[in-house]
């Protein structure tokens, strides 16, 4: 009996060691916004906090399988302003996430009239909404140098990889467009990697226009962002160029068609091949081939639509949000007549 006890011991101690070692102390993640979401490993939730210059990662403890039912929701923002206790049109909802470890939704919403007040909600694989609790929680945050505080695109995009979280968005510095790579867990911000951009449709070199999305994609052996851009340049920056203070030159190798603003983007294989699925204000969802994106010509002079031909997907209207919910499978939050559905489809 003593031996089991000792065991028992043994492992609650290694846990506790676990929880010390992820950065993650118990308490309340007080979040000023939720402008994007991303996940990474057991359910860890990060959200960019535009709002406070912030980054925070939240222990969502939700990282059991809940088996693979579709989410199919219809008017998500009545059931979320229901959630919440305020009304359809104080609800607006920023981001969309599936947890990978238990496939459930989260949503990044902020609620209330003007600039409003964050709440992350989670939406079942069974259609229950449920606003996540953020009191007592472990969590930790880092604060992002260099942030230009108070601008709605202050943070655009956030993603998880190799043990590092990426942010896009614009900084305070002469170069505005800037991603930062920030180890996790959390220790010290360094400054961001500037990025300049050459577009295309405009005939022009830029360093403010900010990523508006971006999804983490090998070609060959090295890991890259694929950043889209307003109007629509693609651009490929190695990720082992984004180091702390350095002024990194992305490589356009599609324009997309200007007077457009990508909303969200995917990456995904299908019979073998990869692709990126991208929601947009005018162009609708595209579906973009990847095998020619290790060897497209660079686009350095003024040009219309270029790069690597792209399908749209007639059959998705208006999508504003998309994430990839299985290996088959996408999520997207649909504008409707009625407010915004949120459903599972098939990868085209």
């Not at 006890?5 to 007080?30: H, I």
């Not at 749209?312 to 504003?320: A, G, M, Q």
Request: hydrophobic share 45%; proline share 5%; glycine share 10%.
């Amino acid at each position: 009996m003593r031996t089991k006890l000792l065991a028992v011991a043994a492992v609650l101690a290694l846990g506790t060691v676990a929880r010390a070692e992820g950065g993650l102390t118990k308490g309340t993640p007080e979040l000023k916004s939720a402008s994007a979401l991303a996940f990474g490993t057991n359910g860890i939730l990060f959200v960019a906090d535009s709002a406070g210059a912030t980054v925070f990662a939240i222990d969502t403890g939700d990282a059991k399988s809940t088996g693979d039912k579709p989410v199919n929701v219809e008017k998500i923002d009545g059931k979320v302003a229901a959630a919440l206790g305020v009304t359809e049109k104080e609800v607006k909802i920023n981001d969309v996430k599936v947890n990978p470890a238990s496939g459930n939704a989260y949503l990044a919403v902020s609620r209330g009239t003007g600039a409003g007040t964050p709440a992350i909600v989670k939406v079942t694989r069974e259609g229950a909404v449920e606003p996540l609790a953020l009191k007592d929680v472990p969590f930790a945050k880092i604060a992002i140098p260099g942030q230009d505080k108070g601008k709605a695109t202050s943070f655009t995009a956030i993603a998880f990889l190799d043990g590092r979280v990426f942010v896009a968005g614009l900084s305070n510095e002469e170069f505005a467009s800037t991603l930062w790579a920030i180890g996790y867990p959390f220790k010290d911000a360094a400054k961001g990697s500037a990025i300049e951009i050459y577009h295309g449709a405009h005939g022009a070199v830029e360093t403010k226009s900010p990523i508006r999305t971006f999804v983490p994609y090998k070609i060959g052996t090295e890991e890259n962002i694929m950043a889209s851009y307003t109007c629509t340049p693609l651009v490929k920056i190695p990720v082992s160029e984004l180091k702390a203070g350095v002024k990194v030159k992305g490589t356009t190798i599609a324009e997309l068609g200007n007077r457009n603003q990508p909303l969200d983007m995917i990456a995904y294989t299908k019979d073998g091949k990869g692709y990126l699925l991208s929601a947009n204000s005018a162009h609708g969802v595209i579906k973009i081939p990847a095998a020619e994106f290790g060897t497209a010509t660079p686009i350095t002079a003024k040009t219309g639509i270029a790069g690597p031909k792209y399908e749209k997907i007639t059959e998705l209207k208006d999508v504003v949000q998309l994430d990839k919910f299985d290996d088959t499978r996408a999520i997207l939050l649909v504008k409707t007549a009625a407010g915004f559905d949120l459903k599972t489809v098939p990868l085209p």
